[in-house]
């Protein structure tokens, strides 16, 4: 008999053994996601839903439609609708939890579709679900969604956070949109290194230099550290304008500023 068979078996008591053996039934998702055993998901799934042990943990309800939903076809949105349909809309945090488990396994595809989801149906927005789904709409190159979100994010009244507002300056930086980035960096009403570093960065990917090193300026007018990133940042823009007398300047800045330099492997490739 093999480990699917015995985990299913009538002798494995889920009711007394639920909380203890949490990272066995755990571990035995993982099993089902790395073989795509849709069949012993179901039998779980059922027998957990006649217990009501479901709806115990929130963590575990999360796991246990990500495994199932991530074992079928990657596109399949009637079975997705049909698992999220069976979480409580109040709650937030089995959503989110939906969502990292998807963005941080490739499942991009199927984040958006949570996210839609919990939109439609009055689930709570909050700031990890506003970045979760704009981190899977870069990973798809989805600029439509992208804006769908920003707007949602505007009307909602999220744009006052800065973690927001950071992953949809990273979104459009990484889309190549420097413009929409610039934007939105704009209207972030406070701002901080993070954010500053993520439309730093577009500009770096769109090779624009001067650009780049006039932002930093900018950020220096508005009270914002640099940090190892700024710095790597404007070393590169000296690079790309063969700037050698400024690029000796930033370099003096460096050494000023980073007290750990010969650590930073990073800074020293510079």
Known sequence: MGCIEKFLGCKY??????IQKLDSINGFLRHCFQTKNVRAIKKLHAHLLR??????????????IFTYSTCLHRNNSKTVTALLNCVNPANPLPFNMILSDYCRNGFSFLALQTFSFMHANGVPLDTYSFCCSSVASCSMKDVKFGAQIHSLVE??????????????????????LINDAAKMFDEIPVKNTVCANALLSGYGEANQWVEGLEFVRKMRALNLKCDHFTLSAMLRACAGLSAIELGRQVHG????????LEDDVFLQSF
């Open 51 to 64: 217990t009501g042990l479901l709806f115990i943990s929130p963590s575990f309800e999360s796991k246990l």
């Open 155 to 176: 009307k909602s009244g999220w744009l006052s956070s800065v973690f927001v507002g950071s992953a949809l300056v990273d979104l459009y930086a990484k889309l190549s």
């Open 13 to 18: 008591n889920f009711s007394l053994m639920f």
């Open 253 to 260: 800045s460096v050494i000023r500023i980073v007290s750990d």
